[in-house]
């Protein structure tokens, strides 16, 4: 429960950030574009800063997980071909590694996905191509001293 509770505070603090963003109230219900923007984005970096799972993240914004889903989605989508969203993002995200209260759990979140996709690319190689590897770098450190 008082994980639970920790999260809640840390979305909310995530979305604080994305509401001075925009001057916007992104928990307001409503389709209209300057509210629906916004509100997908804070959802979106909730869920990709804090890893909290969709559920947690509907009953924050009182909407369903599927909801929830299809706004990460539609901003991952949209930040490939729309440059406003990337801006936005790119700001947002500045700010959000600025927050002192946010960092000390950000951090290693990010470091651990780092770490798990190390993880998953030494599982793909197999033990020759790890051995050729090593000799490479081998190689190239002795070649710089």
């Known amino acids: 429960m008082i994980r639970k509770q920790i999260d809640i505070d840390r979305a909310k603090r995530v979305i604080a950030i994305v509401n001075n963003y925009f001057d916007a109230k992104i928990e307001v219900k409503g389709r ?18 804090l890893k909290l799972p969709f559920q947690l993240i509907g009953d924050i914004y009182g909407m369903d997980h599927a909801t929830i889903f299809h706004s990460c989605r539609k901003i991952e ?17 500045k700010l959000l590694r600025e927050d002192k209260e946010l960092q000390e759990f950000i951090n290693p979140i990010e470091k651990l996905d780092e770490i798990n996709e190390i993880n998953e690319i030494i599982e793909v190689l197999d033990v020759f191509q790890l051995r050729k590897i090593k000799e490479h770098l081998l190689a190239k450190y002795t070649k710089i001293q």
């Open 32 to 49: 209209k574009l300057g509210v629906v923007i916004p509100r997908q984005i804070g959802q979106y970096f909730v869920r990709k800063k």
């Open 77 to 93: 989508e949209s930040y490939i071909y729309n440059s406003e969203i990337s801006y936005y993002l790119g700001d947002i995200n």
